[in-house]
């Protein structure tokens, strides 16, 4: 791999991404959850600059950190339009386009659902991808502003991806969603894969990131036959007490 990513727990359940680039020794945080908890890793690791602060949506357990980080480094942030509903933003970015951390390129994928706006960044030289609060092991965002059928369009957006894409998510909520996915799979392989999921969780382990491969033998999002479908699991969710 030509960058390096390193994943931190923040606030309650979100997490931090620092990256770096490993030809250049360019910065970059994802997203910026709690700016002083960023800012005292980046010190730890020794990076000694960010450079670029990549936002994937506004919410403000992911832009709350952009004004006190861009005025400690100087960093430039981009994202798209609807970041500046909450926090400062100098660059918008929407589908298509892509965005340069030294030599390490990032696609900017617009995935509408969560929020209208929201975007993911992928290296595919890399196959590492951070998906925001669109994916998440075993799961996928709640739909704040969009519809079933825009989430359903996001995320076979993602699917068309390399199966070995690494996929970064942006909250620790896997073991609710194996919960949910147990609900829906009866099967041997999804009993497994949730036994393991709890006992990662149990020694307080990360379950992020993930990689596409997996999600699509199990993620009961990405496994639904249409939108239609799609739309009745998400529901299903959102009232789901296991």
Not at 60 to 74: K, M, R
Not at 96 to 119: D, Q, R
Not at 196 to 215: K, Y
Request: hydrophobic residues 40%; aromatic residues 8%; charged residues 25%.
């Amino acid at each position: 791999m030509s960058i390096t990513v390193h994943l931190f727990p923040c606030l309650t359940d979100n997490y931090g991404f620092l990256i770096r680039d490993e030809a250049t020794g360019m910065t970059a945080a994802v997203d910026t959850p709690d700016g002083e908890r960023i800012l005292a890793e980046l010190a730890t690791l020794g990076w000694g600059r960010l450079d670029l602060i990549m936002n994937t949506h506004w919410h403000p357990d992911h832009t709350q950190g952009n004004a006190a980080i861009q005025a400690a480094t100087g960093s430039e942030i981009v994202g798209p339009e609807e970041v500046r509903r909450a926090a400062p933003l100098d660059r918008v970015v929407t589908d298509s386009e892509s965005v340069a951390l030294g030599e390490t390129v990032f696609e900017v994928t617009h995935t509408p659902g969560h929020t209208l706006g929201h975007v993911v960044f992928r290296s595919a030289a890399d196959d590492v991808a951070f998906v925001g609060d669109t994916l998440f092991p075993l799961g996928c965002g709640r739909l704040f502003e969009g519809t079933p059928e825009q989430m359903w369009d996001s995320l076979q957006k993602i699917a068309a991806w390399p199966d070995a894409t690494v996929l970064y998510g942006a909250h620790e909520y896997t073991a609710a969603n194996a919960r949910f996915a147990l609900s829906l799979d009866d099967r041997p392989e999804m009993a497994a894969h949730a036994a393991d999921i709890f006992a990662r969780r149990e020694r307080d382990e990360p379950t992020e990131p993930t990689v596409l491969s997996i999600e699509k033998r199990f993620n009961p999002f990405l496994r639904a036959a249409d939108a239609a479908d799609f739309a009745a699991r998400r529901a299903a969710k959102d009232g789901f007490k296991g």
